[in-house]
Nanobody
Framework: QVQLVESGGGLVQAGGSLRLSCAAS????????IGWFRQAPGKEREFVAG???????YYADSVKGRFTISRDNAKNTVYLQMNSLKPEDTAVYYC??????????????????WGPGTQVTVSS
């Protein structure tokens, strides 16, 4: 079983940047595909970005060109660099492990081992 913990959230002005971290423990991290999701109040959880075990990356259209996902297997950590933040990026951000054999369709049901989340608030 793998445990994930997110960190790095906070309050930032529009146009600013934050880097989120997703630290993993408990399993062979280098073989895991990891996804970032977010959930704003009153909205469904949505896919933000994902990274395969081999380093392939996937992004939601709403964050392409602004967010970058990366991984450091030596530190068992996946990062989400968020630039040019907008008020609509305000949400709780979660990381999770993509289930083996799943696609990158962005469905939250294809992920498990969710972390507790970290709050990102972007002020206008």
């Amino acid at each position: 079983q793998v445990q994930l913990v997110e960190s790095g959230g906070g309050l930032v002005q529009a146009g600013g940047s934050l880097r989120l971290s997703c630290a993993a423990s408990g399993r062979t991290f280098s073989r895991l595909a990891i996804g970032w999701f977010r959930q704003a109040p009153g909205k469904e959880r949505e896919f933000v970005a994902g990274i395969s075990w081999s380093g392939g990356t996937y992004y939601a259209d709403s964050v392409k060109g602004r967010f970058t996902i990366s991984r450091d297997n030596a530190k068992n950590t996946v990062y989400l660099q968020m630039n040019s933040l907008k008020p609509e990026d305000t949400a709780v951000y979660y990381c999770a492990v993509r289930r083996k054999g799943s696609s990158w369709s962005g469905k939250s049901a294809e992920f498990d081992s969710w972390g507790p989340g970290t709050q990102v608030t972007v002020s206008s």
